[in-house]
């Protein structure tokens, strides 16, 4: 296989694992906080996330680091795609602005 698309490829795996592994913790966190059990959720996931995304990046790799380098940088823009599409909503600028609902 070409060096170049071997880069792509890594990359590519990359943006899914930490699609995966974000988007999880997004999903874990809106499950979690309404859990009666929140510890068993959050736990139960991190483990389950950091084996996949640990187990991806050593396969992806193929004890080549550039191919490591490649992958750790797709699951770094995946998580700047995962924070914007999954944030609060931005409040406009010439949006008053919200009163407290309470006394000081």
Same mark, same amino acid.
């Given at each position: 296989m070409n060096e170049t698309l071997s880069?792509?490829?890594a990359w590519a795996a990359g943006l899914l694992l930490g699609a995966i592994f @974000?988007?999880?913790l997004w999903w874990t966190v809106?499950?979690?906080?309404?859990s009666k059990q929140p510890a068993l959720w959050f736990f139960g996931s991190l483990l389950l996330r950091m084996g996949m995304v640990l187990a991806g @990046?050593? @396969?992806v790799s193929g004890g080549h680091w550039e191919r490591?380098?490649?992958c750790l940088l797709g699951f770094v823009i995946a998580r700047f795609i995962?924070?914007?599409l999954t944030g609060p909503p931005v409040a406009h600028p010439n949006a008053p602005a919200k009163e407290a609902?309470?006394?000081p």
């Open positions: 880069w792509v490829m @974000f988007g999880g809106r499950k979690g906080v309404s @990046f050593y @396969f490591l380098l490649a995962v924070t914007r609902g309470h006394a």
